[in-house]
């Protein structure tokens, strides 16, 4: 399995606050990702980075931001949490090629 | 505009038998598909995938097929094993390393 880790696992937050989903990988890949999985749609890009600093918008970007530092960190802020917000988060990494490995996921309530 | 679409949401196969999962897609510039499998609590796992100059890609029990002039997409998984059972969702591809994925569909292998 590609080296992929999300943090946290699970979160519960209010409506209105700040959230940070981080994803860490140790394969050295060039490219990351960040989708939300809801029932229905699948799986729908959020936001994708193609190198450090090197980010741009997905299908659902609205209301999400991103960050990448360093080659091994990708990662998702919720600016004002909001309920419609709450789903599955995962990360993807892929290096020159077309398939994508993704990470456990993270679940996030929004109340 | 769902570009990729999975109409059935679920399937329910015998153990042994073949399951057949179907994908559409409208757009013809997508040059890549691919299937991943997804069980829960975890994030999905690459399959199989074709190049939109092939008719056929097969893997031990799997073999994806793809038409192009019906822009029609499917995975046969023979012989079916309790194992399969997952949320199975196709993507496809056009350049600059981003996915569009399907909604899923739910398999299910009857003992």
């Known amino acids: 399995d590609a080296g992929i880790t999300q943090s946290p696992r699970h979160k519960v937050t209010e409506t209105g606050t700040p959230v940070t989903l981080r994803c860490h990988q140790t394969?050295?890949?060039?490219?990351m990702y960040w989708y939300r999985q809801d029932p229905g749609h699948g799986l729908r890009l959020i936001h994708y980075?193609?190198?450090?600093?090197?980010?741009d918008k997905g299908e659902v970007s609205d209301g999400y931001s991103v960050s990448r530092s360093k080659t091994e960190d990708f990662l998702l802020t919720l600016e004002s949490a909001t309920s419609s917000q709450t789903s599955v988060y995962f990360c993807?990494?892929?290096?020159?090629?077309?398939?994508?490995?993704f990470g456990p996921g993270t679940r996030l309530t929004v109340t | 505009d769902q570009q990729v679409k999975q109409n059935s949401p679920s399937l329910s196969v015998q153990e042994g038998r073949i399951s057949i999962l179907n994908c559409d897609y409208t757009?013809?510039?997508?040059?890549?598909f691919l299937w991943y499998k997804k069980y829960p609590a975890e994030g999905p796992t690459f399959l199989i995938s074709?190049?939109?100059?092939?008719d056929k890609n097969e893997d031990g029990r799997f073999t994806v097929f793809l038409n192009k002039s019906a822009k029609h997409l499917s995975l046969h998984i023979v012989p079916s094993q309790p194992g399969d059972s997952a949320v199975y969702f196709c993507?496809?591809?056009?350049?600059?390393?981003?996915?569009?994925f399907g909604q899923g569909t739910r398999l299910t292998i009857n003992p």
């Open positions: 993507a496809a591809s056009y350049g600059a390393q981003k996915l569009v």
């Open positions: 993807a990494i892929s290096e020159d090629s077309y398939e994508q490995y």
């Open positions: 074709i190049s939109s100059i092939k």
């Open positions: 757009n013809s510039m997508f040059d890549y």
């Open positions: 394969e050295n890949h060039r490219y």
């Open positions: 980075s193609y190198g450090v600093k090197d980010t």
